[in-house]
């Protein structure tokens, strides 16, 4: 057994996060890239130990002496295992003349004469691309000198997303993720539902009812790392789903099976990237706030998605944590944290591509007022931190706040549930193609 500031210290070990890896997968497309995919075999045996780590020796080659085995090299089962792989990569990676962005510990880049070569690390798992097809398989050899690999080729999918490149498209999709969910879960031969939960649906409409004793969380959990991954558009139904863990009913797992049923009628669903320029990109940001919807606690569902060159990158829900007054308190709520996000991936993509204008869209004409009027600061004292960086953000010129109607937010279908002309629509404005 180990034990902490013994035999083990640090144990973090980084991996690539959704939205850069989605917003990798922009830049590769624009780069014409030559995409690959590889997996290291046995990954964490490949970690260098720091610690001095004895074992029992194993069984079938104990020689009866008593003796212990110290470990030279890290064994999967360590707590460090992780960690020890992951650097021993990036000191490999730094020789071969890669460079490790700031903002995102799991994305490299290597140029030479204007030639880029990218990487994307997640664990074990490898995406790499360049323009060079030449340059990239030198790269791959050499990976393939210094680590076993049992996977190298042309990608068309990487954890567990279908990648699909064309001249000027890319499109994810995670069909077959989906149809093992529905044959997991019986579902194969459902009749499809044409929107994921019913309109005006909120958590405290399935509340009421009789205990349900089954497998709740656990299609939970399933449901959101899809929504999470690569489908915004069942994210609200899920979260609202999800408020409820604790004391699942019967009228809540029917609803967790209609959004199987949904799925089954868009498996093939896709998100469709398209070519754009690069060194004059925007970020967009689209925020949204439902104000007090959930006649429980009366807390309001925040939401935003971020695109870049008008392609979604990055999707977020979540109910706010304190109780706004007013819709104007919620989207204040929403928009603070939207824009840290916005931020973020401003700083990924600045690292490797010119960022030109961050435009937040906004459809609460009193939000923007608010921001712009410094006199409303006696009625916002509650969320007087979150309203400054706001200000402070826009008095720098790092964001430009616009009006946007409501029948063009976006953020609309991450919000609420809505009716399934206006849903569709939102849909198509994010770029999905069935």
Known sequence: MQKEGVDYFETFSPVISMPALRLLLIIMLNENSN???LDVKTAFLNGELNETIYMDQPKGYDDNTGRKCKL???????KQAPRQWYQKFLNFVNKLGFKQLNSESCIFIRQVNSKKIF?????????LGGSDVQETNVIVDMLSKEFKMSKSEKASEFLGIRIEFTSDNLFLDQESYILRLLKKYKMLDCNPSSIPIET?????????????????RE???SLLYLAYVSRPDILFAVNCLSQIQEHPTDAAWCALKKILRYLKGTAKMKINYKKCNLYDSDLSLYVDADWGSNSNDRKSISGYLIMFCNNPILWCVNKQKCIALSSTEAEIIALSKGVQDLLWIKGIASEIVCVKNLIVYEDNQSCIKCIANENNFGRMKHINIKLKFIRDIVSRNKIKIEYISTGNQIADMLTKALPKTKFCELLKLCNFKI
Do not use: I, R, W
């Open 200 to 216: 005006k649906a909120t958590a405290a409409t399935f509340e009421k009812g009789n205990h349900f004793n089954g497998p709740y």
């Open 35 to 37: 995409v690959l995919v």
């Open 119 to 127: 990487m994307a690390l997640y664990v074990d798992d490898l995406l």
């Open 72 to 78: 030279k090299k890290s064994l999967y089962g360590l």
């Open 219 to 221: 299609l939970v959990g």
